[in-house]
């Protein structure tokens, strides 16, 4: 094969994987809310606000530890039930090794002020939430990971999958395809799959109204940084997200939880946003009040 056909039959296989992310999108959300929050701790909050950089998680120390295996066996258990003969071979071994798929996660959520994320991310002390604009997150060209509204309906769920699985047939049954195709198709499964599954939840969460921003080293074009922290489940992975205005986050505004003296918060958040260029974000404060 010389380099004009291998370019051509990557160029095929690039427009149909496009064609198939535009029509999952479809199924999930075309857009997403304008303004879309990040619950925080403060030690969290310093580290994103001097370094311009949203942290996003490995997969394997989210804050559920359930959350993910129960989107790992639903897509398993969907995906083996559902095989058409045609594509078992390369789907199986896709399903077989998803899981290996290196993945950080960024969480954020439609709804401010909402008490079930203040208990989840702010930890022992104050929790903040911030509010950033989903038009400077995202692009076009893959500069940024990808932002996912997550799935609380198990319709959807299925029909996110279900469409896969079509349109894996369709290619397998209108194109000729060798080692190359057979190597990019199973790639492009093992990222769709972990996207997924990193993106379902139980519809007992829905009033989070989740959004995740995932990024797979070895299917982006990105190169970030893995770094390390201390965390809730010891030693955690995680990358630091830069968006369109390098070195700064798109902040619309910042709320605090609920906390002992709101007022001393508000003024010592405002002189630290002031520092770091900050002079346009609203700050105000929860309205759920403390409890004791």
Known sequence: ??????????????????????????????????????????RALIGMITSGRIWATHVSRLNDAMEYKIGVSFVTDFIRANLQRTSIPIIDKAISEFRSVDTFIACYSAAADVLSQWRAYSG?????????????????????????????????????????????????????????????????????????ACIIKHSTFAEEKEYRQIYQPARSALSLDRKCRTGRFGLTPYVEIEFLQKGKLPIQSIMIGPCRDPDSEVRSLRLMLAEHGYSDVEVFTSGIPLRV
Request: aromatic share 10%; net charge negative; hydrophobic share 40%.
């Open 124 to 196: 022992t002390g104050t929790g903040y939430c911030i509010g950033l604009k989903t038009s400077e997150m995202a692009t076009i060209d893959g500069r940024m990971p990808l932002l996912e509204k997550v799935i609380y309906s198990k319709t959807t769920a299925e029909s996110v999958l279900s469409l896969l699985l079509v349109r894996v047939d369709q290619f397998l049954g209108d194109h000729e395809f060798g080692d190359v195709e057979v190597g990019y198709l199973i790639g492009m499964l093992e990222g769709t799959f972990n996207n997924v």
């Open 1 to 42: 094969m010389d380099d004009t056909e291998y370019g051509s039959r990557f160029a095929t296989m690039d427009r149909w994987s496009e064609s198939v992310r535009q029509g999952l999108a479809k199924l999930i959300a075309e857009n997403p809310a304008k303004v879309i929050y990040h619950y925080t701790d403060v």
